[in-house]
């Protein structure tokens, strides 16, 4: 025997029938924090962000580095294993 029961409701009423807490009181905080973080932050961040973007050009060129290098060495050696094939 199954049995289906639809029940419309709002979410309100649904976190009141289900007690379960209203999570916006703890979002307004967390947003008023975050947003209080980052403007406290925003005179330094031209600086900083220059300077990891530098860094991250470094971490790009060693990968690209990387990469290619066995692709490189890789293509060589298949040319040798040709060439000694014939």
């Known amino acids: ?3 289906t029961i639809n029940i419309e409701c709002s979410p ?9 807490p209203d999570p916006e009181k703890v979002q307004e ?6 947003t209080d973080n980052m403007q406290g932050h ?3 961040m031209p600086d900083n962000f220059a300077e990891s973007m530098k860094h991250w ?16 060495s890789s293509s060589a050696s298949s ?5 000694d094939d014939k």
């Open 12 to 20: 309100e009423e649904a976190r009141e029938f289900l007690a379960i």
């Open 1 to 3: 025997m199954k049995f």
């Open 29 to 34: 905080m967390m947003m008023k924090a975050m």
């Open 57 to 72: 050009q470094n971490v790009q060129q060693m990968f690209l580095k990387q990469m290619m290098t066995p692709m490189g």
């Open 79 to 83: 040319k040798d294993k040709k060439s």
């Open 42 to 44: 925003m005179p330094e």
